[in-house]
C-alpha cells in the first residue's frame, strides 16, 4: 500500500500532537510532507526530528528563523517557510493527499478552503471555518471532489452512526434528528452569580478532555456547543430544527443519530481525541488509536436538557444560525475577541456574550456570498467588538 501523504496544520497544537502520536503508531502507513505552527519552535523542531517532513511552516518571520537554526545546527534537512501564503501552499501541494485542518479559529480558513478546492482529503478539526464559511466550503468540497471527515467527536460520532452512503438527505435516509452531547463543561453546575466571577484557570480546568485554551473556554461558555450545531448544519445538511443538544457529562456517548423508526444509534469511547483522529486516517479502515478500552462496569451515563438562561452562548449561535448570511462568521469573531481578552484577564466571562449579543445586533444581516465578504465581516467584527470591550471596561 502507497503511504498516505499528510500535511498536519496547527501540528503544535493539542489535536496536531494528538495527530502525530497516531501517526507514529503505524510506521509505513503515512508520510508527513510538511507540519505548521505559529510560533513554538521547541514543539516544532522535536516534531521535525521525530517526523521529518519536508517542510516545516511557522506563523512568525522570527519563529521561522529560529526553527531554520536550530535544525541546521542539528543536521535535520527540512526546508522551513513562514507566513500565511505558506500555509496555502503545503495544504495544496500535488504530493499531498490528506490535510488535517487543526488551526484554532478563523485564521485557519484560508488553508483549509484551498485544500477543499484542491481536492484534498479534509480531516477537520478546525469546526471554525465551517462555522464562517459554510456554504462557500461545502460548494468547494463538492465541486472539486474533496473529502471530508470530520475529527470534532461529536460530528465523528455522527459520521459513524449514519449509513456510509449518506448524501444529506435525511428523508432518503430516515433520519430524524441529530443529538449532539455536550459535557457541560466546567460551570454545569454552578450558579449564574459564580459564573460571572469565573477565572480564566477555572474555565480552562475541562473535566473531560485535554484541549486548547480557547476551545476549552468555548466549553465552559457552551459556545463550543453552539459551533458544532453550526458545525453540523453544514457537514450533515441538517436543518437548525433537526439538531439537538443533550448534556451528559460523563462523555462516553460522543453524538448520536435518531431514525424515523425510534432507533437511536450512538457512537461511544472513552474520551480521548485519538479516537476520532485515528478513525479519520484510517478511514475506511480502523486502526489503532492507543486509547485506553472503555470500562462501561460500574459506570453510570446520565443526560440533561442545556440551561441556555445560564449559557447565553448557545442560543446566541442557534440564533446566528437562523438569521444566517453573515451572522455565524460575526458569532465567530465576536466570540474568538472576546475569548482571547477573557484569557488575558482583560474581559469578565459574562462579556464574551454580551460581546456576542452586540456584534449580531451591529453587524448581522450582511452579504456572505463570497470569501471576501465573510473575511470583511471578520474583520469588522474584530473591530466592533474590540471597541466595545473597551468602552464596557471603561
Ligand atoms: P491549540 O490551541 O492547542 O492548537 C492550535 C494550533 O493552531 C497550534 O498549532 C497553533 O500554533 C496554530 N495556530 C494558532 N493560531 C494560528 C495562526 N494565526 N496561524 C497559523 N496557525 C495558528 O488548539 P486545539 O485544541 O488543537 O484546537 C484546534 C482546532 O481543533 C480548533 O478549531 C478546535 O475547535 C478544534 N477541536 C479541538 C479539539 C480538542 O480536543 N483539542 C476537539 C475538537 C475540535
Ligand atoms: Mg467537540
Known amino acids: 500500500m502507497r503511504p498516505r501523504v499528510l500535511t498536519v496544520l496547527g501540528a503544535t497544537g493539542t489535536i496536531g500532537v494528538n495527530t502525530l502520536d497516531v501517526v507514529a503508531r503505524h510506521p509505513g502507513r503515512f508520510e508527513v510532507f510538511a507540519l505548521t505552527g505559529a510560533t513554538q519552535v521547541d514543539r516544532m523542531a522535536e516534531q521535525c526530528r521525530v517526523h521529518r517532513p519536508r517542510v516545516a511552516v511557522m506563523n512568525e518571520p ?44 478563523a485564521a485557519g480558513l484560508p488553508a483549509t478552503l484551498a485544500a477543499a478546492r484542491a481536492g484534498k482529503r479534509i480531516l477537520l478539526a478546525n469546526k471554525e471555518t465551517l462555522v464562517v464559511s459554510g456554504q462557500l466550503f461545502m460548494d468547494a468540497v463538492a465541486a472539486s471532489g474533496a473529502e471530508l471527515l470530520p475529527i470534532d467527536s461529536e460530528h465523528n460520532a455522527i459520521f459513524q452512526s ?23 463543561g466546567p460551570f454545569r453546575t454552578l450558579s449564574a452569580e459564580a459564573i460571572a466571577q469565573a477565572t480564566p484557570e477555572q474555565a480552562v480546568a475541562h473535566p473531560n478532555w485535554v484541549m486548547g485554551k480557547k476551545i476549552s473556554v468555548d466549553s465552559a461558555s457552551l459556545m463550543n ?47 480521548d481525541m485519538r479516537t476520532p483522529i485515528a478513525y479519520a486516517l484510517g478511514f475506511p479502515e480502523r486502526i489503532a488509536a492507543g486509547v485506553p478500552a472503555l470500562e462501561l462496569m ?7 436538557a442545556p440551561d441556555m438562561a445560564r449559557f447565553p452562548c448557545l442560543k446566541l449561535a442557534f440564533d446566528a444560525l437562523a438569521a444566517g ?41 450582511g452579504m456572505a456570498a463570497t470569501l471576501d465578504d465573510l473575511l ?19
Do not use: C
Not at 163 to 184: E, M, Y
Not at 376 to 394: F, N, S
Open 62 to 105: 522570527a519563529a521561522a528563523a529560529a526553527l531554520r537554526d536550530r535544525l541546521a545546527e542539528e543536521g535535520i534537512a527540512v526546508e522551513v517557510r513562514a507566513g500565511a501564503g505558506a500555509l496555502t501552499e503545503v495544504a495544496t501541494a500535488p504530493e499531498v493527499d490528506t490535510v488535517m485542518a487543526a488551526i484554532v479559529g
Open 162 to 184: 449514519l449509513p456510509r452512503d449518506f448524501r444529506g438527505d435525511f428523508q432518503a435516509a430516515g433520519v430524524k434528528a441529530l443529538w449532539l452531547t455536550a459535557s457541560g
Open 225 to 271: 456547543k453552539g459551533l458544532e450545531v453550526i458545525e453540523a448544519r453544514w457537514l450533515f445538511n441538517a436543518r437548525p430544527e433537526q439538531i439537538k443538544v443533550v448534556v451528559h457529562p460523563q462523555s462516553i456517548v460522543h453524538s448520536m443519530v435518531e431514525y424515523a423508526d425510534g432507533s437511536v444509534i450512538a457512537q461511544m469511547g472513552t474520551p
Open 298 to 304: 460500574g459506570r453510570q451515563l446520565t443526560f440533561e
Open 325 to 365: 448570511g453573515n451572522a455565524a462568521a460575526v458569532l465567530n469573531a465576536a466570540n474568538e475577541v472576546a475569548v482571547a481578552r477573557f484569557l488575558d484577564g482583560a474581559a469578565s466571562f459574562n462579556a464574551i456574550a454580551d460581546s456576542i449579543a452586540h456584534a449580531l445586533d451591529r453587524l448581522a444581516g
Open 376 to 394: 470583511e465581516a471578520d474583520r469588522q467584527t474584530r473591530r466592533v467588538t474590540g471597541d466595545y470591550l473597551e468602552a464596557i471596561r471603561a
